[in-house]
Structure formats: C-alpha cells, structure tokens
T-cell receptor, first 115, second 115 residues
C-alpha cells in the first residue's frame, strides 16, 4: 500500500537556523509529492509540490526535491523565522483507479522556532 | 482565509449521541472532502463528494455518513459516538476532482469532543 513516513517531532530551532524535515514514502506507481503546512488554529495549506523525479518544489524559502532513488522528499529551509512555527505534513498522491486519485498524509511534524 | 467554512467550530457531546458537521466549499468548487485528524491516527481521508455524488471513500466508519447537497455544501453525520471519535474534522474543497494540479483548500476544522 501507499504510506508516508516523516520524522517525528517536535523540532525546536532558533531563528535563522537551518531546517530539515525528513520524509520518505512507499507507493505503487509514480506518485506526486506534496508538503502541507498547518498554522495554529487553521486548516492545512499547500506549501509546495513535485510531480516527477528530480523535480524541486519551492515556496516561501522552503524547498524539497523528489528523489526517486531514495524515495524521499525532504523539506528544507535555509533560515527559519518565528512565523514558520507550524505543523508540516508530507503527502503523496497516486491514481487509485480511472480518473480518481488518492492523497495519503504523513503524521505531521511540529516545528517551533524561538526568537 | 481559504474560503471554506465549517460549522460549528467546537462541539462537545456524549457517547452514543449523533452530531452533524457542516461545510461550505469555496465558491465554484465542486468537490468536497472530509478528513479526520487525531493524535494517534494522524490525518485520515474519510470521503469525497463531487457535484453531489460520492466519488471516493477512505477510512470512514459505517457509523459515519456524508452527503453533498444541490447548493454544494456538505454535511458529515457521526452517530453512536464513541470516545475515540474525538478529533478535529476538516473539510476541504477543490474545483474538480482530486488531481495533481487541482489544489485542495482546507477549512479551519470542527473540533469534536466526546465525553
């Protein structure tokens, strides 16, 4: 089956530190990969995505590269800010039959950035 | 603000009871998705409706049901509630069916507490 494993949190960093949140996946076929972010008290928002091997998704200073050989999609940011404090979800999407797709999420990683 | 609204924001009820959660999608979106987020299970896809018809089913219990009305709002009905049903329930919407280039927009969620 399809599954996403991401590093367990919580992750606590100081402002301007480098961030890596690891994500690996298991999937049948060729998945598309996503990172979502959930700020306190809000719903999830799409942060970035990659649809094929070696694609790099980027947004708001965050980056992730689709690595098929290691089945990974690690999230990175060079210099985090307090406003980046949130829960980050890695997810994959595969076709589940016909024109239907299925989205599978990891368990989420809580990031806290201290000033 | 994603444009997806959910009511109520919080719901507290007792075991064995029945509740209804409501979701209004973004204007123009035809698909509605329901998710359950709990500490132990993470974010689980429950069910998807597209233009009034059920499109995909995830890990939805038989005690749970949903529907999408002609005005495209959706309701999730949870019955014979158990303590383990306590969770955050999210609704999301998208223009078309779930697809890589068809972003889902999440509502702020309804927090259900079963006592």
């Amino acid at each position: 089956g399809n599954s996403v494993t991401q590093m367990e949190g919580p992750v606590t960093l100081s402002e301007e530190a480098f961030l890596t949140i690891n994500c690996t996946y298991t999937a049948t076929g060729y998945p598309s990969l996503f990172w979502y972010v959930q700020y306190p008290g809000e719903g999830l928002q799409l942060l970035l995505k990659a649809t094929k091997a070696d694609d790099k998704g980027s947004n708001k200073g965050f980056e992730a590269t689709y690595r098929k050989e290691t089945t990974s999609f690690h999230l990175e940011k060079g210099s985090v800010q307090v406003s980046d404090s949130a829960v980050y979800f890695c997810a994959l999407m595969v076709r589940s039959g016909g024109s239907n797709y299925k989205l599978t999420f990891g368990k989420g990683t809580l990031l806290t950035v201290n000033p | 603000d994603s444009g997806v609204t959910q009511t109520p924001k919080h719901l507290i009820t007792a075991t064995g009871q029945r509740v209804t959660l409501r979701c209004s999608p973004r204007s123009g979106d035809l698909s509605v998705y329901w998710y359950q987020q709990s500490l132990d299970q993470g974010l689980q896809f429950l069910i998807q409706y597209y233009n009034g018809e059920e499109r995909a089913k995830g890990n939805i219990l038989e005690r749970f049901s949903a529907q999408q009305f002609p005005d495209l709002h959706s309701e999730l009905n949870l019955s014979s509630l158990e303590l383990g049903d306590s969770a955050l329930y999210f609704c999301a919407s998208s223009l078309g069916g779930l697809a890589v280039n068809n972003e889902q927009f999440f509502g702020p969620g309804t927090r259900l507490t079963v006592l």
